[in-house]
């Protein structure tokens, strides 16, 4: 299957990809999105927190979570086999009421619930790969797709150039992202 392979091959040339680099393009990325105008009309985004050779999305952390930031930050988690986003409040709140899961994704262990009514104004997606078109390719498990399908926010995929790819296989499950960012 072609998304399998891709995704093989993605996770091959992410881990080949230096700190410094991942870093920089971090940086970078993060620059544009504080610039776009979807990002500074939002109040209530939500991010992913980023595990190793992954986007690394703690320069846009930074910003979401800067005392004097206007907005809320919501990252998600997994329950039941779906996705649901739940508030981050601070850094403290990540770092004393975080554990990572059993994909080593950071989720919370202080029993606060998802919010199941969050109406979020952005979404900001991991992927593997995207592509011009704004396709997707995720993990393979899903979890974006459906629940992409149940919000009507503005999604913003974002990634390394080396993600960019000249086409992603798709079908009709998968949900395209309003625009990509790339460093």
Partial sequence: MLKKYIRQQMNILLRSIPDADLQRQGSSVAVKLRQHKWFQQSQRVAIYLSIPHE???????KVLLH??????????VITNDQMKMVLLKSWEDLRYNFKPNKWGILEPVDG????????LD??????????????????????????L????CKT?????????I??????????????????
């Fill in 55 to 61: 986007f690394p999305t703690v320069e846009i952390l």
């Fill in 67 to 76: 005392p004097t930031s206007n907005k809320e930050c919501f990252v998600p």
């Fill in 156 to 164: 913003v995929g974002i990634c390394l150039k080396e993600q960019m």
């Fill in 122 to 147: 952005l979404i900001i997606c991991p992927g593997l790969a995207f592509d011009c078109h704004n396709n997707r390719l995720g993990r393979g498990k899903g979890y974006y797709d459906r629940y």
């Fill in 112 to 119: 606060r619930r998802p919010d199941s009514e969050t109406d």
């Fill in 149 to 152: 399908t149940d919000v009507s």
């Fill in 166 to 183: 000249a086409s992603v296989p798709v079908d009709s499950r998968d949900v395209k992202m309003d625009c990509v960012i790339t460093g």
